[in-house]
């Protein structure tokens, strides 16, 4: 970390010494103002519920300018990597750090490739889960059993280690979406084909059956692949300081991952795809474009829980970059498949109009994020609605590993242990029950 010339001081306004803090400055962005010293030499916490102004560590992974609508894997433009890329190429990037060269490329591609099935054993833990289970919940536990499986790459201090179990987690999830999914319609599983590419085999995974030869079309395995860039890795969101906090304590990967996938589940981080979907149908069934109006009156009464789902983000006060791709996409797709006058493409667009107008919005900086366009083009190519949150867990678990690797070979990491300001009751006695009124 480069230290600034600047320093903050501390002052209190009960004649308490003041306190000297560094400040760190960032290759790009806001500086840090280090407070480590500050519990030791003050005795006083810092207080962020929500870590509205905690930067939790120092990352060379991902970059976010909020207020500009930018997003940056390793420097890369988040536009320049989904025009020029595949998915693999990200993800090497995410681990490695640099882009491949073609060779790299190729003994990536093949190293994945030849890590896609899963133990036989699996498909048995799998059998134990209702039929209607939520894919969210199966892969929850399908990706945790990964660590009662893979004994030789458990141990989160071995740089071997981590890098085996990266490459299987990255390999497995399509496998484990694709299983967890045909589990759930009562269709065979559909073994990974090694002369397809990443994206391919999962499509193929998904919709084939062994009745009659699948032919992935090019468009949609296109579509699914920039759907696999743009959820690859987000800085650190909910889920991926789920995955630091957890690994923190030297658990597995396998582990750690899973609790990843836990987090990400939550309505408002990866689940907002689905409750996206679910809210425009909500909306389409009670009359559509017509009822606009009705629904984001609704949403800004604070008086309702009704939030516009796939709009605003904690970070982005502007255009999400992601949302700008998937828009694009969505028109490539929807063109593709003829179905350019879908009507709850028409209702999203119309949607996003009147509320990109909308002095509620606007004053709140509430831009569309990535999930208000992602659902429309996953469905769009016949993925089940329940199942979108788990494509965005198999995208992202690339960008959990390479945060969680990042973490275990920082010197300076440590066990997550936050603390708090304790507000309940002071000591007191315990009675015997008896004489408890
Ligand atoms: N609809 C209506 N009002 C909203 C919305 C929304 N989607 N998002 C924020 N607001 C309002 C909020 O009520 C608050 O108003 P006020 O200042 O009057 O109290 C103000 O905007 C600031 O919101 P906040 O809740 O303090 O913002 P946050 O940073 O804590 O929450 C968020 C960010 C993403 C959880 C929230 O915007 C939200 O719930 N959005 C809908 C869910 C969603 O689309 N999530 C996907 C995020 S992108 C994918 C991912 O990273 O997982």
């Given at each position: 970390m480069t230290p600034s010339d600047v320093k903050a001081t501390l002052s209190f306004s009960d004649g308490s010494p003041s306190m000297e803090l560094p400040i760190y400055k960032g290759s790009v962005g806001p500086d840090v103002i280090d407070i480590r010293k500050l519990y030791g030499q003050t005795g006083k916490f810092t207080y962020d519920p929500g870590f509205l102004s905690t930067a939790s560590c120092n990352s060379t992974i991902t970059y976010i300018d909020g207020d500009k609508g930018e997003l940056l894997y390793r420097g890369y433009p988040i536009e320049q990597l989904a025009q020029n890329c595949d998915f693999m190429e990200v993800c090497y990037l995410l681990l490695k750090g640099e882009l491949p060269n073609p060779q790299e490329k190729k003994d990536f591609d093949r190293l994945v490739t030849m890590h896609t099935m899963v133990n036989e054993q699996m498909q048995f833990f799998l059998r134990g889960f209702r039929r209607d289970a939520h894919p969210m919940a199966v892969m929850t536990g399908l990706v945790g059993a990964l660590s009662a499986f893979y004994h030789d790459s458990t141990d989160v201090h071995n740089p071997e280690h981590r890098a085996i179990a990266a490459i299987r987690l990255i390999a497995k999830m399509p496998t484990l979406v694709a299983m967890s999914y045909k589990y759930g319609i009562g269709q065979p599983y559909i073994y990974p084909k090694n002369s397809l590419s990443y994206t391919a085999n999962f499509m193929r995974?998904?919709?084939?059956?062994?009745?009659?030869?699948?032919?992935?079309?090019?468009?949609?395995?296109?579509?699914?692949d920039r759907i696999f860039i743009l959820h690859a890795d987000h800085e650190q969101n909910a889920s991926t300081?789920?995955?630091?906090?957890?690994?923190?304590?030297?658990?597995?990967?396998?582990?750690a991952i899973a609790a990843g996938v836990a987090c990400l589940w939550g309505p408002a981080h990866g689940g907002a795809n689905e409750a996206c979907l679910n809210m425009l149908g909500d909306i389409q069934r009670q009359g559509g474009v017509e009822k606009i109006g009705e629904f984001i009156k609704q949403v800004k009464d604070k008086n309702s829980s009704v939030k516009l789902m796939g709009f605003g983000h904690r970070v982005y006060k502007n255009y999400d970059p992601r949302a700008k791709l998937m828009r694009e996409t969505c028109h490539e797709v929807l063109g593709a498949l003829g179905l350019e006058n879908d009507p709850l493409f028409k209702l999203a667009m119309a949607l996003e109009k009147i509320a990109l107008?909308?002095?509620?919005?606007?004053?709140?900086?509430?831009?569309?994020?990535?999930?208000?366009y992602s659902g429309i083009v996953q469905r769009a190519i016949g993925i089940p609605v329940p199942l979108f949150t788990a494509i965005f867990a198999l995208a992202r678990t690339v960008g959990w590993i390479a945060q969680l690797d990042e973490m275990i070979g920082d010197p300076e990491y440590k066990i997550g242990r936050p603390r708090q300001l304790f507000v309940g009751s002071t000591p007191r006695q315990v009675k015997p029950l008896a004489q408890r009124g």
């Open positions: 995974m998904m919709f084939a059956t062994p009745c009659e030869d699948y032919e992935p079309n090019e468009v949609l395995v296109r579509a699914m300081s789920t995955v630091r906090l957890c690994g923190s304590s030297g658990t597995n990967p396998f582990a107008e909308d002095e509620y919005f606007v004053a709140r900086k509430l831009y569309p994020n990535v999930d208000f």
